[in-house]
């Protein structure tokens, strides 16, 4: 079956510095792709949709230069977190929806996440 | 006032037996309703999904079911394994949009 794949699955830094998570759909194309972080015992929260070819839109709260999307191939999104802080410390998921699905019952897919740790 | 509520919040079965998850949603107009399975760490995956027709829906020891109008979902577990031990989430789509439960978490004990 469609599989999507981030990379990477976990990763520590330094405050202040930038991480860059990774979101591929392996063998379908994905004109959207969707990012999510995910707090302990909480639901996935939607921060924004990534659009082939055009700007990200983000959800409301979500700082858009803070986290930076682009999605420069039709199978790959790319998150960056910038000036990261301890609070941004989340598990992030990535989903996409295969291109050509029926809008109502097309199957979304999600990565593995990532596991982001900012000392 | 989150759309979708999950229950139990959690719950500690014993292997073999069988549970049941609830989802009770608020979501208008409603397109369809998906079951995923979250192991802890990964990412989501698909159990079932659920349009507005469809009443009742497997996926091998997972029985899903829909009322519509009750706006209620639940999730069968049969014969529960330690590996069903997971979060599992109700999402649901309206107006092009998800809204996602907090999940279920069920742990299997032997």
């Known amino acids: 079956g469609a599989v999507v794949s981030q990379h990477p699955s976990w990763v520590i830094c330094k405050s202040g510095t930038s991480v860059k998570i990774e979101c591929r759909s392996l063998d379908f194309q994905a004109t959207t792709m969707f990012w999510y972080r995910q707090f302990p015992k909480q639901s996935l929260m939607l921060m924004a949709t990534?659009?082939?070819?055009?700007?990200?839109?983000?959800e409301q709260g979500v700082e858009k230069d803070k986290f930076l999307i682009n999605h420069a191939s039709l199978t790959l999104s790319t998150l960056t977190v910038t000036s990261a802080h301890p609070e941004d410390s989340s598990f992030y998921i990535c989903s996409a929806r295969a291109q050509g699905s029926s809008r109502n019952t097309g199957e979304l897919f999600f990565g593995e996440g990532s596991r982001l740790t900012v000392l | 006032k989150n759309q979708v509520e999950q229950s139990p919040q959690s719950l500690i079965i014993l292997e073999g037996k069988n549970c049941t998850l609830q989802c009770n949603y608020t979501v208008s107009p409603f397109s369809n309703l998906r079951w995923y399975k979250q192991d802890t760490g990964r990412g989501p995956v698909s159990l079932t999904i659920m349009t507005f027709s469809e009443n009742t829906k497997s996926n091998g020891r997972y029985t899903a079911t829909l009322d519509a109008d009750t706006k209620q979902s639940s999730l069968h577990i049969t014969a529960s394994q330690l590996s069903d031990s997971a979060s599992y989430i109700c999402v649901v789509k309206g107006n092009n949009r998800l809204a996602f439960g907090k999940g279920n978490q069920v742990v299997v004990i032997p």
């Open positions: 990534s659009n082939e070819g055009s700007k990200a839109t983000y």
